[in-house]
């Protein structure tokens, strides 16, 4: 089926005063945008009669941000969250594609349901490429039909959620993806290892009495996949990994030579297991919030280029579901909205008064490291993972396609851009978030750094931090 474009009527737009920052460097530029698409990048446009002019001023003009990890839900979790509340919140938060997860009811494990969820992201405003299964209704039993899937342009498959245990199954799954074209991403967690854990594994789950998950489990995952890797020779995404020792393999895997790439989240580069004191299941998350220690790793990973890409694992629950008991509640926390603020407040802005947790959230106090530039923190989220996700290639990628993600901002390209303010502050509040959901373990707290507009294939979908439909 040949895709049709979501939006039928594209005005002008010109985005006025903004540092134009992308892969190819930083500028001081005005961008028109006509149909869809950019025509015009100069240090002054004057803007034609009748088109949109949004103020860019103080702010830094990016390609539009990529999520390649983030549950939306639908089929099956409506309740939670659908492909077009996601979408919004995915807008807010700067975003122009997300890659939605597979774990839905059904799975994604055939043409016929991507299908059905690439559809209902027709008319949403980000793009939604889809993540196919590995196995049939991802019980790591049979492989799905990958090349069915691919056919539709379909780049990444996981299981996410679980890890695919069997050893075999995930060497054929390498083999049979290498020969498509296609990635397979893992979620690193052996479940044995890990096997009622509802914490990290240490200190803090020994104080409070919550049955701890060892590091061990997703590490003894990740050595078995990347010993896959090097004897199959297939590329491999590795899915928020959240421990020292996982970064330090990563690090000698591309050291090595091997081709893989790996993400993060912002929770696992801000927060620490600390913040399970209180026992609120908001900051019940799998994999688990680790050490500080663990922490400050992610950040030395980040800011050395260990790690390709921060992705938010946006996982939306209904609020009753959030007030189980911690061990009986569902893993999980929004993130759409919040991570480019998140991880700007926590690599790229050096407090006053060396970060207290005012918000009680176990939040990690800025290092004594390097401050990462937002040149780079904005190739960990735009660039580098529409890479990753195979959606940096304008007008390609079939069905699932809508246009070039990632940039660079140039005459020519498809028009998915963000502007954002790296001075402003903001508290979060739960009650005006745009998901179905409120599970944000950031509610209450001071941010810097905030998305002012989003322009998705030409239309302008958020405008001065409102969303425009």
Not at 32 to 38: A, H, Q, T
Not at 296 to 306: C, E, Q, S, T, Y
Not at 398 to 410: D, F, K, L
Request: aromatic share 4%; proline share 5%.
């Amino acid at each position: 089926m040949p895709r049709r474009n979501a939006f039928t009527h594209k005005g002008e737009i010109v985005v006025r005063g903004g540092r134009l920052v992308d892969e190819t460097g930083e500028r001081r530029s005005d961008v028109l945008v006509r149909d869809g698409r950019i025509v015009a990048v100069e240090e002054v446009i004057d803007a034609p009669t009748g088109a949109t002019v949004l103020d860019a001023g103080g702010c830094v003009l990016a390609p539009g941000l990529v999520d390649l990890h983030a549950h939306l839900r639908e089929p099956g979790g409506e309740i939670a969250e659908t492909v077009e509340s996601g979408s919004r919140a995915a807008a807010l938060g700067g975003y122009t594609a997300v890659v939605a997860m597979p774990n839905t009811e059904p799975a994604i494990d055939s043409a016929a349901v991507a299908r059905d969820v690439l559809a209902l992201g027709r008319t949403a405003l980000a793009e939604i490429a889809v993540a196919g299964a590995i196995t049939l209704g991802r019980r790591g039993e049979r492989l799905v039909p990958m090349a069915e899937l691919a056919e539709l342009g379909v780049r990444l498959f996981t299981d996410d959620g679980r890890g695919v245990q069997h050893g075999g199954l995930m060497r054929r799954a390498l083999e049979y993806a290498s020969g498509l074209g296609v990635v397979l991403a893992q979620h690193c967690e052996d479940e044995q290892l890990a096997a009622g854990g509802q914490m990290n594994e240490g200190a803090w789950s020994s104080r409070l009495g919550i049955a701890g998950q060892p590091s061990l489990a997703e590490e003894a995952m990740l050595a078995r996949d990347l010993a896959l890797v090097r004897l199959t020779g297939a590329p491999m995404h590795f899915l928020h990994l959240s421990t020292a020792g996982a970064i330090e393999m990563i690090r000698r895997a591309k050291a090595d030579g091997l081709a893989v790439t790996a993400e993060v989240t912002p929770h696992h580069l801000s927060l620490c297991d600390a913040a399970v004191a209180g026992f609120d299941p908001v900051y019940k998350v799998n994999p688990p919030l680790r050490t500080a220690a663990d922490v400050a790793a992610i950040r030395a990973g980040l800011l050395n280029g260990v790690v390709d890409a921060i992705a938010t694992d946006h996982a939306p629950h209904a609020p009753e579901r959030k007030e189980d008991p911690f061990d009986e509640a569902p893993a999980g926390m929004l993130g759409l909205e919040t991570a480019l603020a998140v991880a700007h407040t926590a690599l790229c802005v050096v407090p006053d008064e060396g970060g207290n947790d005012e918000a009680g959230d176990g939040w990690v106090p800025f290092g004594t490291g390097a401050v990462m530039s937002l040149r780079d923190l904005l190739g960990l989220f735009s660039w580098q993972p529409a890479r990753i996700a195979g959606l940096d290639q304008d007008g390609q990628g079939g069905w699932t396609h809508q246009g070039g993600q990632g940039g660079p901002i140039r005459p020519g390209t498809a028009a998915n851009l963000t502007v954002f303010d790296p001075t402003a502050e903001w508290v979060v509040d739960r009650s005006r978030q745009a998901s179905r959901s409120r599970n944000t373990p950031y509610a209450g707290r001071r941010l810097t750094g905030k998305v002012r507009h989003t322009v998705f294939a030409g239309e302008a979908v958020v405008i001065d931090g409102e969303a425009q439909r």
